[in-house]
T-cell receptor, first 112, second 110 residues
């Protein structure tokens, strides 16, 4: 049982490049989330998907897009990376309200 | 918007000491509150989950309490060990989104 799997673990981009962060969970969870974690700012929600087929903006959605490909997979796309998007990105999933939130191991992204 | 605060930001204690980590939140209309542990370079692992109707939850040496009316939660760690060294984060859940504190970085000195 792998839980929440994120790829890649590390990535370096140049300003203006695009990339997609992948996230998959094998726990049959309904809701999935993308967060970024920056020093001194805690975790901030980028986008979330309450259920398959739905996505909603979080606190910091600008510069990102998401796709809930199916119940298992939720990807985050940076169309034109900026240095301000240098951060650690976490994917998380939740089966139903009232249960524990599970996290992936994160992607450390640097934009030069 | 829910604001979650954790004090202190960092804490250093000798091994064996009992300690309390604090978490406060501005909106008491929460569904539940969760405590997480984060090791350097790793993701977050849920330690304890307290539903809004509960007062506390226990797991081994960990005990978390919740006082919704005052907007506070505490995580009590008994007989601390060097392996407890990590960052501890709390998160309130509104039934729609999670709101995280910035964490308390704990160092337990052997």
């Amino acid at each position: 049982n792998a839980g929440v799997t994120q790829t890649p673990k590390f990535q370096v981009l140049k300003t203006g490049q695009s990339m997609t962060l992948q996230c998959a969970q094998d726990m049959n969870h309904n809701s999935m989330y993308w967060y970024r974690q920056d020093p001194g700012m805690g975790l901030r929600l980028i986008y979330y998907s309450a259920s398959e087929g739905t996505t909603d903006k979080g606190e910091v959605p600008n510069g990102y897009n998401v796709s809930r490909l199916n119940k298992r997979e939720f990807s985050l796309r940076l169309e034109s990376a900026a240095p301000s998007q240098t951060s650690v990105y976490f994917c998380a999933s939740l089966r139903v309200r009232g249960e524990k939130l599970f996290f992936g191991s994160g992607t450390q992204l640097s934009v030069l | 918007k829910q604001e979650v605060t954790q004090i202190p930001a960092a804490l250093s204690v000798p091994e064996g000491e009992n300690l309390v980590l604090n978490c406060s939140f501005t909106d008491s209309a929460i569904y539940n509150l969760q405590w997480f542990r984060q090791d350097p370079g790793k993701g977050l692992t849920s330690l304890l989950l307290i539903q809004s109707s509960q007062r506390e939850q226990t797991s081994g040496r960990l005990n978390a309490s919740l006082d919704k009316s005052s907007g506070r939660s505490t995580l009590y760690i008994a007989a601390s060990q060097p392996g407890d060294s990590a960052t501890y984060l709390c998160a309130s859940y509104t039934g729609n989104q999670f709101y995280f504190g910035t964490g308390t970085s704990l160092t337990v000195i052997p």
